[in-house]
């Protein structure tokens, strides 16, 4: 009888063929590993109603192309404003920062949004001015989202005046009078992913005494 040996790590698949039946990950092996899925990633897959943060690659007659992260690029027609009619439709530089809502999806074609929300006004959404903007996991946008209040925003919230934007699609943007208030909050929100509630309130704590 020969014994069979497992291996130490799983094989690599890398430019190999997978068939049915091949086992590409076995978990029954994996011990003391943590493997991250799902909100984890930096994937994004646009959805009707989601909030993203875009920012303008190009402009065309009717619509401007926007990078959300998405599989493709989204398009923000030039009539999406509150208002918006062609005598007064926006001027937007690539590169420009916006927050928007996404209001249509389809496979196979590009992402509609729009800068207005249900009832057609402009509320929070348009053109983010000034402040800092990173990129993060889906699943740390999701949290700052949530309700109630994120831990680590309530903490900053009580101590600090600052503007945040979050986009379901893995950005964030910071805004504030004082630029180190601005980096402050970028860092807390940055280290808060893998805190726990309480943990999120005492980094915050730490980060705030080393400024005073």
Known sequence: MVDEKIPSSPPSFIDQTVVPGDVVLDLSRMVNQTIKLGDGLRQYVPCVGDTVLGIVVDSKMDNFLVDIKGPTLALLPVLAFEGGTRRNIPKFEAGTLLYARVVKTNVGMNTELSCT???????????????????????????????????????????????????????????????????????AIKASESLSPTQQRIMVEKLIQRTE
Do not use: H, Q
């Not at 009832?119 to 740390?140: C, H, I, P, Q, V």
């Not at 309700?147 to 379901?168: H, N, Q, R, Y």
């Open 117 to 187: 929300d249900e009832r057609g006004k402009a509320a929070e959404f348009g053109r983010l001015k000034d402040g800092y903007m990173f990129e993060s996991s889906t699943g740390l946008a999701r949290m700052l989202l949530g309700s109630p209040t994120c831990p680590v925003l309530e903490a900053l919230g009580k101590k600090l005046s600052f503007e945040i934007a979050v986009g379901l699609n893995g950005r964030v943007w910071v805004n504030a009078d004082a630029p180190s208030t601005i980096v402050l909050v970028s860092n």
